[in-house]
């Protein structure tokens, strides 16, 4: 979530903050520059989400093999998989 505010030199400050990310700021001599590098560093952490083998293997299942003979087979696969790479992807 994004802060804006004015300092009393006249800048603007930005400060984001992302749950689990440490915060960023940074100041700007207009406060729509400010409001835009805000909204850009939003987007920036949103598209960077932390995403494991047990959560990006356990989506795919559900949505392609669901149904299908390999379906039991392939969540055993991405259990042992998950115990031994229990960290974000990114990570490995």
Known sequence: MATIRQ????????????Q??????????????AQQWARQQEALTKEHKSHTI?????S???ARLLGRGSHKHALQIV????????QPIQDI
């Open 54 to 58: 047990y959560s990006l293997g356990m």
């Open 7 to 18: 300092l009393s030199s006249g800048n603007w400050n930005a400060q984001v903050r992302v």
């Open 20 to 33: 689990g990310k440490p915060a960023q700021s940074k100041t700007f001599p207009t406060e729509e520059a």
């Open 79 to 86: 259990e042992h998989l998950a115990k031994a790479f229990p």
């Open 60 to 62: 795919y299942c559900q």
